[in-house]
């Protein structure tokens, strides 16, 4: 069998797994690769030579920079800077939480603002009194969005950018992306304004997060604590409010107020049995009592284990009451240095990121156990993965195979015809699988495509990128759909309502290859 024929039942075996979502995206990533060797038509270091590229450390680093912005409470400041904003609803609301999830994501990749978000607009809802589907499908839109807007805003990005290089047709540089992302991004905001109130569905997840902009107060009167609510969370110390299980070892051991914890990190601010407080006496624990314990955070998540329950989860309250915590202004220089060597070009982008990721452990803003929880295993894996299957689609003419069908079909049409093709794939497999593998599968074809058209690869990556971030008509296409899924109440097919409007408009906009690839008129702007 021809190796170019096992490559295409290989990637044709991937996209059936990946659509039918029973096998593991990373198992099945890492198969490809495996599967790609055992038929020998890669070389064992080719089916390992994901792993070494210089795009996944760039993703697995940047998982660290953008979780780093996220324990020292920078999202948090981000989220309440919006809730001070936004207003008391309308259409305000939705453009403020659009266009700051669209300028978080150029930094930190539209699954990290995504995430990071998704509690901010959920309070937003609540306080302002509408659903939670009407502003978290926007969200993640945005996050599509925002994701054209610099090269880090999403691992495409970087995957474009490196081919573009390999290619030998000039780098995009950081801001790149920005030329065409700007129009769509005002597009995107602009649409989901109109039109989402009237697609969106109006219902809320069944687990919506807590609001603890209350929280202090309300520990102040249910324990009689004494002192300024304010003081209870700060950037060095938080509270938390924990309830003894049944079976506890700490049943029976007597405490007090004022009392400090054996380990002589926390301090018992206060107890209650039967939800009410026992006052300064001290008392046997037992099944039921409710504690606040004091302490630095660290402390706090280091002592605060299964022996007892935890009424409201540390780290969430930390990330929506404490703004701007320890190590914020460490994290955010950190950022700045990276974008400046991104703009600048002085290093390549996986150097930028990695020097990022191990200043912030350096600077003790995480940890190296933190920093390995950051990264996203999957992703890498996926991307790592895939990597393998690009270059078997080059080495083995599979590539330019599908470019020679692709190119038949554009006829005598050109270029632009070319750019349509290219945007239509992209675009319908970006559906049903992960956009970036999608990426990885297409970028080969294009390349071939463009040669076969004697036009330059720029605009055709450019069209590539820009399908890949069009992912709008399910919750699988990517992982910022999905997040947003449960939290806003939506069903399947609610996305493709809002979805294909917005689709069309990146279908609208794409040639924009002004900047990126000549003159905007004739087929001049495509040609080499």
């Known amino acids: 069998m021809a190796e170019s024929t096992i490559t295409f039942a290989v990637l044709g075996a991937a996209v059936v797994l990946f659509m039918s979502n029973r096998v593991h995206v990373a198992v099945v990533a890492v198969g490809v690769s495996v599967a790609l060797w055992a038929t020998d038509?890669?070389?064992?270091?080719?089916?390992?030579?994901?792993?070494?590229?210089?795009?996944?450390?760039?993703?697995?680093?940047?998982?660290?920079?953008?979780d780093s912005l996220e324990i020292t409470g920078v999202t948090a400041w981000i989220g309440q800077q919006l809730l001070k904003r936004s207003g008391a609803g309308g259409p305000r609301v939705l453009v403020y939480v659009m266009v700051t999830c669209a300028l978080v994501t150029a930094f930190i990749t539209p699954n990290a603002s995504v995430a990071a978000?998704?509690?901010?607009?959920v309070i937003i809802a609540i306080r302002t009194r509408q659903p939670a589907s009407q502003l978290l499908m926007p969200l993640a839109f945005a996050a599509h969005g925002g994701a054209l807007l610099a090269l880090t805003g999403s691992p495409v990005n970087v995957l474009v950018a490196e081919a573009a290089t390999e290619a030998d047709v000039g780098e995009f540089a950081y801001f790149s992306f920005a030329l065409v992302g700007i129009p769509l991004l005002v597009g995107i905001v602009a649409l989901t304004t109109v039109l989402g109130p009237r697609l969106l569905p109006k219902r809320n997840g069944r687990n919506m997060p807590s609001d603890f902009s209350a929280l202090a107060a309300t520990l102040v009167r249910d324990?009689?604590?004494?002192?300024?609510?304010?003081?209870?969370?700060?950037?060095?110390?938080?509270?938390v409010e924990v309830v003894i299980p049944p079976r506890s070892p700490l049943i029976g051991l007597r405490v007090f107020r004022?009392?400090?914890?054996?380990?002589?990190?926390?301090?018992?601010?206060?107890?209650?049995?039967?939800?009410?407080?026992?006052?300064?006496r001290d008392v046997e624990l037992r099944a039921g009592d409710a504690l606040v314990l004091r302490g630095s955070w660290a402390a706090i998540d280091r002592q605060v284990d299964d022996e007892v329950l935890v009424v409201n989860e540390p780290d969430a309250v930390r990330r929506q009451v404490v703004p701007l915590g320890l190590g914020a202004k460490e994290a955010l220089a950190v950022l700045a240095a990276m974008v400046g060597l991104l703009v600048t070009g002085a290093v390549p982008p996986s150097v930028a990121a990695l020097l990022a990721a191990g200043a912030l452990v350096a600077l003790r803003v995480t940890s190296m156990e933190r920093a390995y929880?950051?990264?996203?295993?999957?992703?890498?894996?996926?991307?790592?993965?895939m990597i393998p299957l690009s270059t078997a689609m080059q080495q083995t003419g599979a590539a330019k195979k599908l470019a020679d069908r692709l190119v038949d079909g554009v006829g005598d049409a050109g270029p632009y015809a070319l750019l349509v093709g290219l945007f239509v794939l992209v675009a319908v497999l970006g559906q049903l699988i992960s956009n970036t593998a999608t990426a990885l599968i297409v970028i080969p074809i294009a390349l071939s495509a463009a040669a076969e058209l004697d036009a330059s690869p720029r605009p055709v990556l450019m069209a590539v990128n820009v399908a890949a971030a069009a992912a709008l008509l399910t919750p699988v296409a990517t992982p910022a759909n999905m997040m947003v899924m449960e939290p806003g109440g939506y069903r399947f097919g609610d996305y493709w309502k809002l979805g294909l409007p917005l689709l069309a408009w990146f279908f609208g906009r794409f040639g924009l290859e002004r900047g990126v690839g000549g003159p905007r008129r004739g087929t001049g702007a495509l040609r080499t």
């Open 41 to 66: 038509v890669i070389e064992l270091d080719q089916a390992y030579a994901g792993f070494s590229d210089p795009t996944v450390v760039f993703i697995a680093a940047m998982f660290v920079v953008a």
């Open 373 to 385: 929880r950051a990264i996203s295993w999957t992703t890498v894996l996926l991307v790592a993965g």
């Open 258 to 280: 004022g009392m400090v914890t054996e380990s002589g990190e926390l301090i018992v601010l206060a107890v209650a049995r039967d939800n009410e407080d026992v006052g300064s």
């Open 117 to 121: 978000l998704i509690p901010a607009a």
């Open 223 to 239: 324990y009689e604590l004494a002192g300024d609510a304010d003081a209870l969370f700060t950037r060095d110390e938080g509270v």
